[in-house]
Protein backbone atom coordinates (compact mmCIF):
# COMPACT_ATOMS: atom_id res chain seq x y z
CA UNK A 1 0.00 0.00 0.00
CA UNK A 2 1.07 3.70 -0.30
CA UNK A 3 1.13 4.77 3.31
CA UNK A 4 1.60 9.17 4.12
CA UNK A 5 2.02 9.31 7.45
CA UNK A 6 1.62 13.28 8.98
CA UNK A 7 2.73 15.41 11.90
CA UNK A 8 0.88 18.49 12.13
CA UNK A 9 2.09 21.86 13.50
CA UNK A 10 1.34 23.47 16.74
CA UNK A 11 3.21 25.25 19.32
CA UNK A 12 4.53 23.35 21.95
CA UNK A 13 6.81 23.68 25.14
CA UNK A 14 10.19 22.49 23.19
CA UNK A 15 9.37 24.93 19.77
CA UNK A 16 8.90 28.06 22.63
CA UNK A 17 12.56 27.44 23.55
CA UNK A 18 13.87 26.52 19.86
CA UNK A 19 13.65 22.92 20.00
CA UNK A 20 12.41 21.27 16.93
CA UNK A 21 13.43 17.65 16.73
CA UNK A 22 12.45 14.93 14.08
CA UNK A 23 9.18 13.26 14.97
CA UNK A 24 10.73 10.12 16.32
CA UNK A 25 7.55 7.78 17.34
CA UNK A 26 6.17 8.82 13.67
CA UNK A 27 9.28 7.39 12.34
CA UNK A 28 9.60 4.44 14.26
CA UNK A 29 5.92 3.69 12.96
CA UNK A 30 7.14 4.77 9.30
CA UNK A 31 10.50 2.00 9.70
CA UNK A 32 8.23 -0.92 10.75
CA UNK A 33 5.56 0.12 7.83
CA UNK A 34 8.26 0.21 5.40
CA UNK A 35 9.62 -3.50 6.82
CA UNK A 36 6.14 -5.04 5.85
CA UNK A 37 6.52 -4.23 2.28
CA UNK A 38 4.29 -0.84 1.62
CA UNK A 39 5.69 2.41 0.26
CA UNK A 40 5.85 4.90 2.80
CA UNK A 41 6.39 9.11 2.77
CA UNK A 42 6.30 11.17 5.89
CA UNK A 43 5.82 14.95 6.05
CA UNK A 44 6.62 17.07 9.41
CA UNK A 45 4.23 20.07 9.08
CA UNK A 46 6.63 21.66 11.82
CA UNK A 47 9.20 22.36 9.40
CA UNK A 48 7.67 21.39 6.02
CA UNK A 49 4.91 23.60 4.48
CA UNK A 50 4.44 21.24 1.02
CA UNK A 51 1.24 20.42 -0.52
CA UNK A 52 0.22 17.31 -0.28
CA UNK A 53 -1.34 14.96 -3.19
CA UNK A 54 -3.41 13.14 -0.83
CA UNK A 55 -5.14 11.16 -3.72
CA UNK A 56 -2.24 9.80 -4.21
CA UNK A 57 -2.01 7.71 -1.01
CA UNK A 58 -3.98 4.40 -0.23
CA UNK A 59 -3.65 5.26 3.60
CA UNK A 60 -2.55 8.23 5.79
CA UNK A 61 -1.65 8.10 8.92
CA UNK A 62 -1.72 11.33 11.64
CA UNK A 63 -0.12 11.38 14.72
CA UNK A 64 -1.71 14.15 16.95
CA UNK A 65 -1.52 15.17 21.02
CA UNK A 66 -4.21 18.11 22.01
CA UNK A 67 -2.31 20.88 20.73
CA UNK A 68 -2.37 20.05 17.41
CA UNK A 69 -5.88 18.37 16.99
CA UNK A 70 -7.48 20.79 15.01
CA UNK A 71 -4.99 20.96 12.64
CA UNK A 72 -4.43 16.58 12.41
CA UNK A 73 -8.52 16.68 11.80
CA UNK A 74 -7.85 19.30 9.10
CA UNK A 75 -5.46 17.10 7.36
CA UNK A 76 -7.98 14.04 8.24
CA UNK A 77 -10.75 15.79 6.51
CA UNK A 78 -8.80 16.26 3.30
CA UNK A 79 -7.16 12.73 3.17
CA UNK A 80 -11.01 11.93 3.52
CA UNK A 81 -12.05 13.89 0.60
CA UNK A 82 -9.47 12.32 -1.46
CA UNK A 83 -10.80 8.95 -1.03
CA UNK A 84 -7.72 7.50 0.98
CA UNK A 85 -8.34 5.53 4.66
CA UNK A 86 -7.36 7.63 7.53
CA UNK A 87 -5.66 6.68 10.42
CA UNK A 88 -5.19 8.68 13.75
CA UNK A 89 -2.99 7.80 16.53
CA UNK A 90 -1.36 9.79 19.69
CA UNK A 91 -2.51 11.01 23.12
CA UNK A 92 -5.73 12.90 21.75
CA UNK A 93 -7.50 10.60 19.33
CA UNK A 94 -6.62 7.72 21.95
CA UNK A 95 -9.35 9.09 24.40
CA UNK A 96 -11.40 10.49 22.34
CA UNK A 97 -11.81 7.79 19.52
CA UNK A 98 -15.49 7.26 19.27
CA UNK A 99 -15.99 10.96 19.24
CA UNK A 100 -13.60 11.32 16.33
CA UNK A 101 -14.92 7.55 14.57
CA UNK A 102 -18.32 8.95 14.85
CA UNK A 103 -17.84 12.05 12.28
CA UNK A 104 -16.94 9.79 9.12
CA UNK A 105 -13.69 11.63 8.32
CA UNK A 106 -11.30 8.69 10.15
CA UNK A 107 -11.64 4.93 9.83
CA UNK A 108 -9.49 4.19 12.56
CA UNK A 109 -7.85 4.67 16.20
CA UNK A 110 -4.24 3.14 16.78
CA UNK A 111 -4.57 3.16 20.49
CA UNK A 112 -1.26 1.99 21.67
CA UNK A 113 2.44 1.73 20.24
CA UNK A 114 2.05 2.01 16.44
CA UNK A 115 4.82 -0.39 15.23
CA UNK A 116 3.04 -3.38 15.30
CA UNK A 117 -0.67 -2.33 15.55
CA UNK A 118 -0.55 -0.32 12.41
CA UNK A 119 1.49 -2.93 10.13
CA UNK A 120 -1.46 -5.12 10.69
CA UNK A 121 -4.09 -3.12 10.08
CA UNK A 122 -2.33 -2.32 6.78
CA UNK A 123 -1.97 -6.18 6.14
CA UNK A 124 -5.68 -6.72 6.92
CA UNK A 125 -6.97 -3.98 4.36
CA UNK A 126 -4.36 -5.06 1.85
CA UNK A 127 -6.35 -8.96 2.27
CA UNK A 128 -9.41 -7.42 2.54
CA UNK A 129 -10.43 -8.66 6.08
CA UNK A 130 -11.87 -7.37 9.02
CA UNK A 131 -9.07 -6.46 12.01
CA UNK A 132 -11.29 -7.54 14.56
CA UNK A 133 -8.80 -9.39 15.84
CA UNK A 134 -5.87 -6.85 15.88
CA UNK A 135 -6.10 -5.55 19.38
CA UNK A 136 -5.20 -1.94 20.17
CA UNK A 137 -7.85 -0.59 17.49
CA UNK A 138 -11.06 1.27 17.66
CA UNK A 139 -12.23 0.99 14.11
CA UNK A 140 -15.55 1.90 11.88
CA UNK A 141 -17.27 -1.34 10.66
CA UNK A 142 -20.72 -1.58 8.69
CA UNK A 143 -22.06 -3.29 12.19
CA UNK A 144 -20.54 0.55 13.94
CA UNK A 145 -17.66 1.32 15.86
CA UNK A 146 -15.50 -1.61 16.83
CA UNK A 147 -13.43 -1.86 20.23
CA UNK A 148 -10.35 -4.60 19.68
CA UNK A 149 -9.34 -4.07 23.42
CA UNK A 150 -5.96 -2.65 24.67
CA UNK A 151 -2.92 -3.81 22.84
CA UNK A 152 0.23 -5.58 24.75
CA UNK A 153 3.21 -3.06 25.23
CA UNK A 154 6.51 -4.41 23.47
CA UNK A 155 8.46 -6.03 25.69
CA UNK A 156 11.32 -6.37 23.34
CA UNK A 157 12.36 -3.05 22.44
CA UNK A 158 15.17 -3.92 21.07
CA UNK A 159 13.40 -5.91 18.30
CA UNK A 160 12.17 -2.70 16.95
CA UNK A 161 14.28 -1.08 13.65
CA UNK A 162 16.19 2.58 14.06
CA UNK A 163 13.96 5.21 13.29
CA UNK A 164 13.54 5.74 9.75
CA UNK A 165 15.42 9.33 9.71
CA UNK A 166 16.00 8.71 5.66
CA UNK A 167 12.43 10.10 5.22
CA UNK A 168 12.47 13.45 6.78
CA UNK A 169 15.07 16.28 5.49
CA UNK A 170 17.07 16.22 8.71
CA UNK A 171 18.86 20.09 7.81
CA UNK A 172 15.54 21.59 8.59
CA UNK A 173 15.92 20.85 12.24
CA UNK A 174 19.14 22.13 11.88
CA UNK A 175 18.42 25.17 14.19
CA UNK A 176 18.30 23.65 16.82
CA UNK A 177 21.37 23.15 19.10
CA UNK A 178 23.19 22.07 21.99
CA UNK A 179 26.58 23.94 22.94
CA UNK A 180 26.80 25.64 19.53
CA UNK A 181 26.91 21.79 18.06
CA UNK A 182 23.88 20.54 16.09
CA UNK A 183 21.45 18.14 18.30
CA UNK A 184 19.02 15.33 17.10
CA UNK A 185 17.24 13.02 19.27
CA UNK A 186 17.13 9.43 20.62
CA UNK A 187 14.70 7.63 22.41
CA UNK A 188 16.51 4.34 24.52
CA UNK A 189 13.38 3.74 27.15
CA UNK A 190 9.51 3.75 27.22
CA UNK A 191 6.87 3.90 29.84
CA UNK A 192 7.24 5.37 33.57
CA UNK A 193 6.12 3.48 37.25
CA UNK A 194 5.79 6.69 38.84
CA UNK A 195 2.39 8.02 37.59
CA UNK A 196 2.76 11.30 38.50
CA UNK A 197 -0.96 12.47 38.84
CA UNK A 198 -0.46 15.60 35.99
CA UNK A 199 1.75 13.69 33.65
CA UNK A 200 -0.27 10.99 30.88
CA UNK A 201 3.03 8.66 30.35
CA UNK A 202 2.47 6.35 32.45
CA UNK A 203 -1.35 5.56 31.23
CA UNK A 204 -0.24 6.12 28.10
CA UNK A 205 2.97 4.43 27.60
CA UNK A 206 2.28 2.09 30.60
CA UNK A 207 3.92 1.15 34.27
CA UNK A 208 6.00 -1.14 33.32
CA UNK A 209 9.47 0.97 32.61
CA UNK A 210 10.76 -0.87 28.87
CA UNK A 211 14.60 -0.55 27.89
CA UNK A 212 16.45 -0.70 25.05
CA UNK A 213 20.25 -2.57 25.77
CA UNK A 214 22.97 -0.68 26.23
CA UNK A 215 24.75 -2.34 23.30
CA UNK A 216 21.19 -1.18 21.13
CA UNK A 217 22.14 2.60 22.50
CA UNK A 218 25.22 2.57 21.53
CA UNK A 219 25.49 1.27 17.92
CA UNK A 220 22.42 4.29 17.56
CA UNK A 221 24.66 6.51 18.92
CA UNK A 222 26.98 5.32 16.79
CA UNK A 223 24.68 5.87 13.42
CA UNK A 224 24.09 9.07 14.37
CA UNK A 225 27.36 10.63 15.70
CA UNK A 226 29.91 8.89 12.15
CA UNK A 227 27.37 8.10 9.88
CA UNK A 228 24.99 11.18 10.16
CA UNK A 229 27.40 13.60 11.56
CA UNK A 230 25.33 14.99 14.68
CA UNK A 231 27.55 16.00 17.68
CA UNK A 232 25.40 16.32 20.04
CA UNK A 233 21.87 14.04 21.26
CA UNK A 234 18.59 14.68 23.59
CA UNK A 235 17.64 11.42 24.87
CA UNK A 236 13.48 12.11 24.94
CA UNK A 237 13.19 9.40 27.35
CA UNK A 238 10.93 9.84 30.25
CA UNK A 239 12.77 8.51 32.42
CA UNK A 240 16.78 8.18 31.02
CA UNK A 241 18.15 6.88 34.66
CA UNK A 242 15.64 4.36 35.01
CA UNK A 243 18.62 1.69 35.67
CA UNK A 244 21.47 2.94 37.09
CA UNK A 245 23.68 -0.22 35.80
CA UNK A 246 22.45 0.75 32.08
CA UNK A 247 23.07 3.95 32.35
CA UNK A 248 27.14 3.51 33.60
CA UNK A 249 26.99 0.96 30.58
CA UNK A 250 25.65 3.48 28.23
CA UNK A 251 28.37 6.21 29.53
CA UNK A 252 30.99 3.44 29.04
CA UNK A 253 30.09 2.73 25.74
CA UNK A 254 30.75 6.57 24.82
CA UNK A 255 33.82 6.69 26.30
CA UNK A 256 35.54 3.84 24.88
CA UNK A 257 33.69 4.24 21.17
CA UNK A 258 35.41 7.53 21.56
CA UNK A 259 32.13 9.38 20.59
CA UNK A 260 32.45 12.88 20.39
CA UNK A 261 29.12 13.44 21.96
CA UNK A 262 27.20 16.01 23.84
CA UNK A 263 24.00 15.36 25.51
CA UNK A 264 20.84 16.55 26.67
CA UNK A 265 18.36 14.37 28.90
CA UNK A 266 15.64 13.71 31.52
CA UNK A 267 16.36 12.69 35.21
CA UNK A 268 14.62 12.35 38.25
CA UNK A 269 16.33 14.18 41.26
CA UNK A 270 15.63 11.54 43.77
CA UNK A 271 17.72 8.94 41.15
CA UNK A 272 20.43 11.74 40.79
CA UNK A 273 20.56 12.22 44.99
CA UNK A 274 21.44 8.30 45.43
CA UNK A 275 23.80 7.73 43.21
CA UNK A 276 25.95 11.08 42.55
CA UNK A 277 28.82 8.99 41.39
CA UNK A 278 26.25 8.06 37.97
CA UNK A 279 26.20 12.13 37.50
CA UNK A 280 29.76 12.40 37.39
CA UNK A 281 30.04 9.64 35.16
CA UNK A 282 27.38 10.91 32.91
CA UNK A 283 29.61 14.06 32.90
CA UNK A 284 33.20 12.47 31.98
CA UNK A 285 30.69 10.61 28.94
CA UNK A 286 29.53 13.91 27.75
CA UNK A 287 26.61 14.95 29.68
CA UNK A 288 25.98 18.66 29.09
CA UNK A 289 22.40 19.75 30.02
CA UNK A 290 20.03 17.74 32.48
CA UNK A 291 16.22 18.60 32.62
CA UNK A 292 14.62 18.05 36.37
CA UNK A 293 11.08 17.74 37.67
CA UNK A 294 11.18 20.51 40.88
CA UNK A 295 7.57 20.99 40.25
CA UNK A 296 6.84 23.54 43.57
CA UNK A 297 8.40 24.54 47.05
CA UNK A 298 5.51 23.01 48.67
CA UNK A 299 5.95 19.67 50.50
CA UNK A 300 1.85 19.04 50.41
CA UNK A 301 1.46 19.97 46.81
CA UNK A 302 4.48 17.52 46.19
CA UNK A 303 2.34 14.70 48.26
CA UNK A 304 -0.94 15.94 45.79
CA UNK A 305 1.08 15.68 42.87
CA UNK A 306 2.55 11.74 43.45
CA UNK A 307 5.78 13.22 42.64
CA UNK A 308 7.40 10.77 45.24
CA UNK A 309 10.62 13.23 45.86
CA UNK A 310 11.06 16.38 48.74
CA UNK A 311 11.77 19.76 48.48
CA UNK A 312 15.50 18.66 49.88
CA UNK A 313 16.05 16.17 47.41
CA UNK A 314 15.67 18.83 44.40
CA UNK A 315 17.88 21.44 46.71
CA UNK A 316 20.47 18.18 46.79
CA UNK A 317 20.26 17.26 43.31
CA UNK A 318 20.67 20.75 41.75
CA UNK A 319 23.96 21.05 44.00
CA UNK A 320 25.20 17.97 42.92
CA UNK A 321 24.56 18.39 38.58
CA UNK A 322 26.34 22.48 39.49
CA UNK A 323 29.24 20.19 41.19
CA UNK A 324 29.97 19.20 37.86
CA UNK A 325 29.31 21.37 35.71
CA UNK A 326 26.45 20.59 34.29
CA UNK A 327 23.91 23.04 32.75
CA UNK A 328 20.12 22.84 34.66
CA UNK A 329 16.91 22.83 33.29
CA UNK A 330 14.19 22.27 35.72
CA UNK A 331 9.99 22.49 35.34
CA UNK A 332 8.19 24.02 37.99
CA UNK A 333 3.87 23.67 38.57
CA UNK A 334 2.42 26.94 39.24
CA UNK A 335 -1.36 27.16 39.93
CA UNK A 336 -2.17 23.26 40.71
CA UNK A 337 -5.86 22.70 42.08
CA UNK A 338 -4.53 22.35 46.16
CA UNK A 339 -2.20 25.73 45.60
CA UNK A 340 -2.75 29.12 47.28
CA UNK A 341 -1.25 32.21 46.43
CA UNK A 342 1.61 31.55 49.31
CA UNK A 343 2.47 28.13 47.43
CA UNK A 344 3.08 29.77 44.35
CA UNK A 345 4.70 32.65 45.36
CA UNK A 346 7.11 30.39 47.65
CA UNK A 347 8.08 27.79 44.68
CA UNK A 348 9.11 31.47 42.47
CA UNK A 349 11.34 32.67 45.37
CA UNK A 350 12.37 28.94 45.48
CA UNK A 351 13.32 28.24 41.50
CA UNK A 352 15.29 31.81 41.89
CA UNK A 353 17.48 30.40 44.72
CA UNK A 354 18.07 27.53 43.03
CA UNK A 355 18.69 29.50 40.27
CA UNK A 356 18.30 26.87 37.42
CA UNK A 357 17.26 27.41 33.64
Known amino acids: ?33 RNHGHDVKVVDF ?11 FDVVGIHSDTTRFNHAFQLACQANASGARVVMGG ?48 YQSRHGIID ?5 HIEDVDSLPFPARDLVDLSKYNKTRLGNRLITSIHT ?10 CSSTRFDGAKWRARSSGS ?41 NLDLR ?14 EMIEHMA ?40 NGLEIWASYILGAPEEDRSDIMSTIRYSRKLDTN
Open 1 to 33: MRVLLLNPTAGSTFRSVGIMLPPLGLLYVAASV
Open 46 to 56: SVDDQKVDFGS
Open 91 to 138: PHPCFVAEEILSTGMVDAVVRGEGEIIFPALLNSWVNGAEPHDIKGLI
Open 148 to 152: TGDAE
Open 189 to 198: SRGCPYGCRF
Open 217 to 257: VIAELEHIVRDLGYGAVAFMDDNFAGSVARTHEICDGILKK
Open 263 to 276: WWCFCRVDTIVRNP
Open 284 to 323: RAGAYSIFVGVETASSGVLNSLHKGINTGQARKAVEILKA
